[in-house]
């Protein structure tokens, strides 16, 4: 059976070469989230709520309404795509967070965004 309040959370991360810059332990990675609905009822997703964590164990927090300045309202099967970006001091870090959902019928539901690796390929020297 399936859940009423359930939204699934993919990402793909991606590091930006071009706009990094390691000499001035500048790192910038941009994602693609795409939020499902996977759940029996139609929900909103109201807010976010980001932990941000680099490779010194530097914790930044963003809070804020909606994403890239969308709610996006999600029938049952419906997705949305957004793709945005974070920048860490050290070359590596991970992201993890969630989302608060609002459902038609009042009910209130976070949604938890899986932890993911913010990383450089693996280059040979």
């Known amino acids: 059976m399936m859940a009423a309040y359930e939204f699934t959370v993919s990402v793909a991360p991606q590091y930006l070469a ?46 804020g309404l909606g994403v890239v300045g969308h709610q996006p309202l999600l029938q049952p099967g419906q997705s949305f795509e957004y793709s945005s970006g974070s920048s860490l001091t050290t070359p590596q870090g991970s992201m993890k967070g969630s989302y608060f959902c609002v459902a038609e019928d009042g009910h209130q539901f976070d949604v938890a965004i899986p932890e993911f690796v913010l990383s450089p390929p693996r280059t040979l020297h």
């Open 18 to 63: 071009d706009q990094s810059d390691p000499d001035r332990d500048n790192y910038v990675f941009s994602y693609t989230i795409t939020i499902k609905n996977t759940g029996t009822v139609t929900a909103q997703l109201i807010s976010r709520h980001w932990i941000i964590t680099d490779a010194k164990n530097q914790v930044q927090e963003v809070k």
